[in-house]
C-alpha cells in the first residue's frame, strides 16, 4: 500500500503504472519477479526503514569508541594509524571525511596513553553495542526470536566486534606484503609496468573479498537461528555480495553527489558534516538490513520450491 500512494503522490501517471503493474503479474511465475515481489514485501513488513533508523543511531554510538579500540590495536603492528584511518574514510564525503579524521586526531592527541588505553576497553564493550544491534536486525529479517540471553548476545557481539578489528587489520597487512611481493614477481620477470595496470585491481579485490566473508560470518553466525534452520554459506553468501557491491556503489554514488551537487553545508552550516555522515551511516544500515532480507527471501524460496505465497505478495494485493 504505502509504494501505491508513494508512485501516485510523486506523480507518476497512474495508467502506465499499472500496465507495469499487471505485466509483472503476468510474469510473476518468473524468479526475478517472485524474488522482486518478496524483496518488497519484506521491506515494507519487515518495516526496514524503521530498522534502518535505529540501527544509524547505535552505530552513531559505536563507531568513535570502534575506531579508538582499533586504533590502540593498531599500535602493536607495524602499520600505519593514519594511513588506516584515511583509507576506511576514503569512501565518504570530503567534508564528513574531514570532520571524522578532526575529531579522532583530537582525542588521540588530547588524551594520556593511560586514557587512551581505557577509552579502549570501553569502546570495545560500546562497540558491541552497535553490532548486536545489527544482529537484531539480521534476526528481524530472518523472522528469528532472540533465544540467546543478554550475557550470550553480549559476548557474541564482543566476538563480531574483535573479529572486525582483526579481519580489517588482515586486509591491510595483505595490501601492504601483497605489494610488496607482487611487485618483487613483476619485476623477478621483468613485466614491471604490469604493476601499475594489476596492483589496483588485486588492492580492490582484496578489500571486496574481506568485506564478503564479514558479512558471510555475520549472516551465517550472528541470528539466532535454531538447529534445525542452520544456515550454510551457501545460504548467506549472495547476501554478503549484495551487501558488499551494494555499499560500495551506494557509497561512491552518495559520496560523489554530495561532493558536486550536494549543499547541505548551505543549509546546515557548520553541522552539514554531521547530517552528510548520519545520512552515510542510514544507507548503510539499510543495505545491511537489506542484505539478511536477500538471504531470506532465497532461504524461503530454496525451502519452498520456488512457491509463490500470495499472503507475502504485494502482486496479489
Same mark, same amino acid.
Given at each position: 500500500?504505502?509504494?501505491?500512494?508513494?508512485?501516485?503522490?510523486?506523480?507518476v501517471?497512474?495508467?502506465?503504472?499499472?500496465v507495469?503493474?499487471?505485466?509483472?503479474?503476468?510474469?510473476?511465475?518468473?524468479?526475478?519477479? &517472485?524474488f522482486?515481489?518478496?524483496?518488497?514485501?519484506?521491506?515494507?513488513n519487515?518495516?526496514?526503514?524503521?530498522?534502518?533508523?535505529?540501527?544509524?543511531?547505535?552505530?552513531? &554510538?559505536?563507531?568513535?569508541?570502534?575506531?579508538?579500540?582499533?586504533?590502540?590495536?593498531?599500535?602493536?603492528?607495524?602499520?600505519?594509524?593514519?594511513?588506516?584511518?584515511?583509507?576506511?574514510?576514503?569512501v565518504?564525503?570530503?567534508?564528513?571525511?574531514?570532520m571524522? &579524521?578532526?575529531?579522532?586526531?583530537?582525542?588521540?592527541?588530547?588524551?594520556?596513553?593511560?586514557?587512551?588505553?581505557?577509552?579502549?576497553?570501553?569502546?570495545?564493550?560500546?562497540?558491541?553495542?552497535?553490532?548486536?544491534?545489527?544482529?537484531?536486525?539480521?534476526?528481524?529479517?530472518?523472522?528469528?526470536?532472540e533465544?540467546?540471553?543478554?550475557l550470550?548476545?553480549r559476548l557474541?557481539?564482543?566476538?563480531?566486534?574483535?573479529s572486525?578489528i582483526?579481519?580489517?587489520?588482515?586486509?591491510?597487512?595483505?595490501?601492504?606484503?601483497?605489494?610488496?611481493?607482487?611487485?618483487?614477481?613483476?619485476?623477478?620477470?621483468?613485466?614491471?609496468?604490469?604493476?601499475?595496470?594489476?596492483?589496483?585491481?588485486?588492492?580492490?579485490?582484496?578489500?571486496?573479498?574481506?568485506?564478503?566473508?564479514? *558479512?558471510?560470518?555475520?549472516?551465517k553466525y550472528?541470528?539466532?537461528?535454531?538447529?534445525?534452520?542452520? &544456515?550454510?554459506?551457501?545460504?548467506v553468501?549472495?547476501?554478503?555480495?549484495?551487501?558488499?557491491?551494494?555499499?560500495?556503489?551506494?557509497?561512491?554514488?552518495?559520496?560523489?553527489y554530495?561532493?558536486?551537487?550536494?549543499?547541505?553545508?548551505?543549509?546546515?552550516?557548520?553541522?552539514?558534516?554531521?547530517?552528510? *555522515?548520519?545520512?552515510?551511516?542510514?544507507?548503510?544500515?539499510?543495505?545491511?538490513v537489506?542484505?539478511?532480507?536477500?538471504?531470506a527471501?532465497?532461504?524461503?524460496?530454496?525451502?519452498?520450491?520456488?512457491?509463490?505465497?500470495?499472503?507475502k505478495?504485494?502482486?496479489?494485493?
Open positions: 500500500m504505502m509504494i501505491y500512494c508513494i508512485m501516485i503522490e510523486g506523480g501517471n497512474y495508467s502506465m503504472y499499472k507495469i503493474f499487471n505485466w509483472l503479474k503476468a510474469q510473476k511465475k518468473r524468479r526475478w519477479v &517472485l522482486l515481489d518478496q524483496i518488497i514485501f519484506r521491506f515494507n519487515d518495516k526496514v526503514s524503521s530498522i534502518g533508523s535505529q540501527l544509524t543511531y547505535y552505530l552513531v &554510538l559505536s563507531i568513535f569508541p570502534f575506531i579508538i579500540f582499533l586504533l590502540n590495536i593498531v599500535k602493536f603492528t607495524p602499520l600505519a594509524s593514519a594511513d588506516i584511518l584515511n583509507s576506511l574514510t576514503r565518504l564525503p570530503t567534508a564528513t571525511q574531514e571524522i &579524521l578532526a575529531i579522532i586526531n583530537e582525542i588521540v592527541s588530547s588524551s594520556s596513553n593511560t586514557l587512551l588505553s581505557v577509552s579502549a576497553i570501553v569502546g570495545l564493550w560500546t562497540s558491541s553495542t552497535g553490532i548486536s544491534q545489527v544482529i537484531r536486525a539480521v534476526n528481524e529479517a530472518y523472522d528469528a526470536k533465544g540467546r540471553g543478554f550470550r548476545l557474541v557481539s564482543l566476538f563480531f566486534t574483535f572486525l582483526v579481519l580489517i587489520i588482515l586486509v591491510f597487512v595483505f595490501l601492504v606484503f601483497g605489494e610488496i611481493i607482487a611487485r618483487g614477481v613483476l619485476n623477478y620477470f621483468n613485466e614491471a609496468e604490469l604493476f601499475q595496470v594489476l596492483w589496483p585491481i588485486f588492492r580492490i579485490s582484496i578489500a571486496l573479498g574481506f568485506m564478503v566473508l564479514g *558479512f558471510s560470518l555475520l549472516y550472528g541470528p539466532s537461528c535454531s538447529k534445525q534452520n542452520k &544456515l550454510t554459506f551457501q545460504d553468501l549472495p547476501g554478503a555480495v549484495f551487501v558488499t557491491v551494494g555499499w560500495t556503489l551506494a557509497s561512491m554514488a552518495f559520496s560523489f554530495v561532493n558536486n551537487f550536494g549543499k547541505y553545508s548551505v543549509t546546515y552550516g557548520s553541522l552539514g558534516g554531521i547530517i552528510v *555522515f548520519l545520512i552515510w551511516l542510514y544507507i548503510t544500515s539499510i543495505i545491511i537489506l542484505g539478511g532480507e536477500v538471504n527471501t532465497l532461504t524461503f524460496f530454496k525451502k519452498n520450491d520456488w512457491q509463490h505465497d500470495p499472503r505478495s504485494i502482486i496479489d494485493k
